[in-house]
């Protein structure tokens, strides 16, 4: 389970942020179900899903980039490294002095009985640092420094046999990641790292086609076909069946005569005749069944677009519950549906905001933050900018006023 994921300096955020999934002490309002799992005997909490709103540019889909860099170059930065090439993350760019300073990235998570902590830095094509931390997840357990690098040189621990193999016959070049080229090399501790990030699946919703070639892939399985298909009739979509036919996607609709009696089947296709949202709530399924089947970690960048508001709740409660999520999935999504803020569906602590400051640099803050009554209607107060994180509106009646004023003259 992720724990927290931290990052700074990169893209619209300048100052480090921080998207924690531990749950607070807090008194929360009751919520449909209990999203909280205890991580072994630490006493420490871990919450199912988090939602993050936002105004528009304010900085929402840049937690979902900087996530998926963190993951793309901790699991390619070796095999995809070119000398002198760029990394592909932009820092903030907006201010003489974090322009020429690395971004930074760090996550803290629980993969097989064990907390590792690891992280970078990196500015263009140079790795500047590089961390790793374990330890178990008994209450008193010690952090163990595995691996640490910078500029002056590499420690590894005693006990990290390949790590220190790696580093003294000097393998990894400055544009490289040591973990990854220690998974690449079948390193044991980075190869179940390596997996664990594999099973975080990151998406965009603004470029479905990943989703969609996922979900084709997936279909050929006949067991995996039938449960998309369930999942596609839940959310009453009228659609009989779906079907693959020379690799082709259709879907199958019942006919009905005269009488109002199911007369025969039509074949439609799929990506041509049903709609955006059915299409993408066909492109969802599998990730969504798979992380809840496996225990892996769904992170979607704008979850609600071209959803009912019904649905992204009922979605986002399938993570809350200890019945359809019994392995402790993770669900982490950008929105702007507001309505999931009275769906009773959320503790303070899983609801996130970003917000912009005069200089255009974005923060990142949580909802427990905030002293909110018993009672308090999240949606209605945050609409209300009693939380920030909502757009500062003009006149745009002023737009057709300048037309009017052009007009006369």
């Given at each position: 389970?992720?724990?927290?994921?931290?990052?700074?300096?990169?893209?619209?955020?300048?100052?480090?942020?921080?998207?924690?999934?531990?749950?607070?002490?807090?008194?929360?309002p009751k919520v449909a179900n209990n999203p909280v799992i205890t991580?072994?005997?630490?006493?420490?909490?871990?919450?199912?899903?988090?939602?993050?709103?936002?105004?528009?540019?304010?900085?929402?889909?840049?937690?979902?980039?900087?996530?998926?860099?963190?993951?793309?170059?901790?699991?390619?930065?070796?095999?995809?490294?070119?000398?002198?090439?760029?990394?592909?993350?932009?820092?903030?760019?907006?201010?003489?002095?974090?322009?020429?300073?690395?971004?930074?990235?760090?996550?803290?998570?629980?993969?097989?009985?064990?907390?590792?902590?690891?992280?970078?830095?990196?500015?263009?094509?140079?790795?500047?640092?590089?961390?790793?931390?374990?330890?178990?997840?008994?209450?008193?357990?010690?952090?163990?420094?595995?691996?640490?690098?910078?500029?002056?040189?590499?420690?590894?621990?005693?006990?990290?046999?390949?790590?220190?193999?790696?580093?003294?016959?000097?393998?990894?070049?400055?544009?490289?990641?040591?973990?990854?080229?220690?998974?690449?090399?079948?390193?044991?501790?980075?190869?179940?790292?390596?997996?664990?990030?594999?099973?975080?699946?990151?998406?965009?919703?603004?470029?479905?086609?990943?989703?969609?070639?996922?979900?084709?892939?997936?279909?050929?399985?006949?067991?995996?076909?039938?449960?998309?298909?369930?999942?596609?009739?839940?959310?009453?979509?009228?659609?009989?069946?779906?079907?693959?036919?020379?690799?082709?996607?259709?879907?199958?609709?019942?006919?009905?005569?005269?009488?109002?009696?199911?007369?025969?089947?039509?074949?439609?296709?799929?990506?041509?005749?049903?709609?955006?949202?059915?299409?993408?709530?066909?492109?969802?399924?599998?990730?969504?069944?798979?992380?809840?089947?496996?225990?892996?970690?769904?992170?979607?960048?704008?979850?609600?677009?071209?959803?009912?508001?019904?649905?992204?709740?009922?979605?986002?409660?399938?993570?809350?519950?200890?019945?359809?999520?019994?392995?402790?999935?993770?669900?982490?999504?950008?929105?702007?549906?507001?309505?999931?803020?009275?769906?009773?569906?959320?503790?303070?602590?899983?609801?996130?905001?970003?917000?912009?400051?005069?200089?255009?640099?974005?923060?990142?803050?949580?909802?427990?933050?905030?002293?909110?009554?018993?009672?308090?209607?999240?949606?209605?107060?945050?609409?209300?900018?009693?939380?920030?994180?909502?757009?500062?509106?003009?006149?745009?009646?002023?737009?057709?006023?300048e037309r009017k004023n052009h007009d006369r003259n």
């Amino acid at each position: 389970m992720i724990i927290q994921f931290s990052f700074g300096n990169v893209l619209s955020f300048k100052e480090p942020a921080c998207l924690s999934m531990v749950a607070t002490s807090l008194k929360e309002p009751k919520v449909a179900n209990n999203p909280v799992i205890t991580v072994g005997d630490t006493g420490i909490g871990l919450l199912c899903s988090a939602a993050v709103f936002g105004a528009n540019a304010s900085g929402k889909s840049n937690i979902i980039k900087a996530f998926r860099f963190f993951k793309d170059f901790t699991v390619n930065s070796f095999g995809n490294a070119k000398a002198g090439r760029s990394a592909g993350i932009e820092n903030f760019r907006l201010n003489s002095e974090s322009i020429a300073e690395p971004s930074s990235f760090e996550l803290i998570f629980l993969c097989n009985e064990n907390r590792y902590r690891y992280g970078f830095e990196v500015l263009n094509s140079s790795v500047k640092m590089e961390w790793l931390y374990c330890k178990s997840i008994r209450k008193r357990a010690k952090e163990i420094e595995l691996l640490f690098r910078d500029e002056n040189g590499t420690r590894v621990h005693s006990s990290y046999d390949r790590m220190q193999d790696i580093v003294r016959k000097q393998y990894v070049r400055s544009d490289t990641l040591c973990l990854s080229l220690a998974a690449w090399l079948n390193d044991p501790t980075a190869v179940k790292i390596m997996q664990w990030m594999s099973d975080t699946a990151i998406l965009s919703c603004s470029d479905e086609k990943p989703m969609w070639d996922d979900a084709m892939q997936h279909f050929d399985d006949s067991r995996m076909r039938q449960r998309i298909i369930s999942f596609s009739r839940f959310a009453d979509l009228g659609i009989d069946s779906i079907k693959k036919i020379d690799d082709h996607l259709v879907s199958t609709h019942i006919q009905y005569n005269a009488d109002g009696k199911a007369a025969k089947e039509i074949i439609f296709p799929f990506t041509e005749n049903e709609s955006e949202g059915t299409i993408k709530y066909f492109g969802l399924a599998y990730p969504i069944i798979h992380a809840l089947d496996t225990g892996g970690r769904l992170i979607i960048d704008e979850f609600d677009s071209k959803l009912h508001p019904l649905l992204t709740s009922s979605i986002a409660g399938l993570f809350s519950s200890a019945e359809t999520n019994p392995h402790h999935a993770q669900l982490i999504f950008t929105t702007h549906d507001t309505a999931l803020l009275g769906a009773k569906l959320f503790r303070r602590d899983q609801v996130w905001f970003t917000e912009k400051d005069i200089y255009s640099a974005s923060s990142l803050y949580s909802l427990s933050e905030y002293k909110v009554r018993s009672g308090a209607a999240f949606e209605r107060d945050y609409l209300s900018g009693r939380y920030g994180a909502t757009p500062i509106l003009g006149d745009l009646a002023e737009v057709f006023a300048e037309r009017k004023n052009h007009d006369r003259n």
